[in-house]
């Protein structure tokens, strides 16, 4: 069998090679031909002719298709062909004497594909052989993608890190046990492959964690800083701070030798999110389609905010970043509320209903691991959890108000609305790709700006209120770039 892949150096091609190692597995025995096909041109999706100029392939460009697909080398002989030719006809060219064509596609709105045309489209119409089209990975799927590859060996949570989850889950056992919903945020969060090889999760939640036994492994201050607000958020947003939260908090603090004021400094980053109160009101609006067009542009300003402080995830500035994020995010719901002319909308308690404290804080902290181990990646991981987050958060807090309005009304429990957090939070994910580059530009523009804002904070030349008032001026206020929706 002889196969043709058209490749660009972009996250397609790793999504292509992924699938062709499953998919030539059972044809190990008649050993298949694959050409890996890359026209040097900048934008190899995006036209079907040639470029004007007169591009020359380089070494580089082989070099990086090599890399990317060099896993199939195993199953199949492999060969690379790299030209300077018009897009489409390249393809078609070399198409007629191979058995199958594979290709990516890239995720576009219709009225770029429309102005510009689609390469595999064209192909597809015109080929003399199959095509098999793969589409383009996601940013959380590509993270976790390269996160695999570009290890030589599995990535295995640090002592510290261990150490780290296993006080969380102390502190949620704490006020009685970890209950079903916060075990399945958890083990989606954190995947099991990156346990030690002993280490399942069945022991892990059932064990009792002794915390002075953990703390001790926990020494970096950032860390320390880290995992002190990480389990005082834990014990406090939902509102109920138990005795035995309070003594493990104590033990913490002690453990780490945290001054008086870093505590108070720590502590006041999640009473001002736990006393959440909203200042200036947003005016109802009374007409259906303007009320949707106002939320669903409100739900993306809000989430490229997130995503912007979650792309940069440090460890020594994320306690402060990852604040003012939580703090967006239930402006957010204050804003939907008071479109629909619910002024008086309590929206500390629909938060936890919705989100589940020990999911928020695993989810945030996984993000910080992977930017340690792959700091691309985890950056990467960092602004996509955070925009997925806020835009399933304001879309399920959207439906919970066009069904408690609607004839008959309808009442959605704490478990309808996680489950369908979960969902938007899925469908995000094409939403973050659509406004991926504009995060990026977000982030550059305003970088600078944030990091001396969150010093700020941290050494107390700034209050939390002030802080959280300057970041949402400077990254809601202030002009932004132009985002997209479906």
């Not at 064509?101 to 219709?110: A, S």
């Not at 030690?196 to 703390?215: G, M, Q, R």
């Amino acid at each position: 069998m002889k196969v043709l892949i058209a490749a660009d150096i972009s996250p397609t091609a790793v999504q292509i090679c992924e699938f062709l190692e499953n998919y030539l597995k059972p044809l190990a025995d008649e050993v298949p031909e694959v050409t890996v096909l890359h026209v040097y041109e900048p934008e190899l999706d995006y036209s079907e002719d040639a470029p004007t100029q007169n591009w020359q392939a380089v070494p580089k460009s082989e070099h990086e298709l090599r890399h990317i697909f060099q896993p199939l080398a195993a199953t199949c002989n492999l060969q690379y062909v790299v030209v300077n030719e018009a897009l489409g006809d390249s393809i078609l060219k070399h198409a007629a004497t191979v058995d199958l064509v594979v290709m990516g596609r890239r995720r576009r709105g219709q009225m770029l594909e429309m102005v510009t045309g689609s390469l595999s489209q064209y192909v597809l119409h015109r080929a003399p052989c199959p095509v098999l089209i793969v589409p383009e990975p996601t940013a959380r799927q590509l993270a976790h993608k390269i996160l695999d590859r570009e290890s030589s060996q599995p990535i295995i949570m640090s002592t510290e890190s261990l150490a780290r989850l296993k006080v969380l889950i102390g502190v949620a056992q704490a006020d009685g046990g970890i209950d079903p919903q916060e075990r399945l945020w958890l083990e989606s969060n954190v995947r099991q492959r990156h346990f030690p090889e002993e280490l399942v999760w069945e022991t892990l939640l059932a064990e009792s964690i002794d915390l002075t036994h953990e703390l001790a492994k926990i020494s970096d201050p950032a860390e320390q800083e880290l995992t002190y607000y990480a389990a005082y958020l834990l014990a406090n947003v939902d509102g109920n701070y138990h005795d035995e939260e309070r003594r493990s908090i104590d033990l913490i603090a002690a453990a780490f030798n945290l001054t008086l004021t870093k505590v108070e400094q720590l502590q006041g980053l999640v009473d001002r999110i736990s006393s959440f109160q909203y200042g200036d009101k947003v005016q109802p609006i009374l007409d259906p389609q303007q009320r949707l067009l106002a939320i669903e542009q409100k739900i993306l300003r809000y989430a490229m905010a997130t995503a912007v402080l979650g792309a940069d995830p440090s460890p020594l500035l994320s306690s402060y970043t990852q604040s003012a994020a939580l703090g967006l995010q239930m402006i957010l719901i204050a804003e939907i509320a008071d479109i629909w002319g619910e002024s008086e909308f309590s929206v500390k308690p629909f938060f936890e209903e919705m989100v589940g404290s020990l999911g928020l804080v695993s989810a945030w902290l996984m993000a910080l691991d992977m930017a340690k181990l792959v700091p691309n990646v985890g950056a990467s991981l960092g602004a996509v959890d955070a925009f997925t987050a806020t835009w399933a958060m304001g879309q399920t807090t959207a439906a919970y108000f066009e069904a408690a309005y609607s004839e008959p009304k309808v009442a959605l429990a704490a478990a309808s609305l996680r489950q369908l957090f979960k969902q938007n939070r899925k469908s995000a994910e094409t939403i973050y790709d659509l406004n991926e580059l504009a995060v990026g530009e977000h982030k550059r523009e305003h970088a600078a700006q944030i990091k001396l804002l969150t010093e700020g904070l941290r050494t107390g030349k700034l209050t939390a209120q002030v802080y959280q008032n300057r970041l949402q001026q400077l990254l809601l206020t202030e002009k932004h770039p132009q985002l997209s929706m479906l």
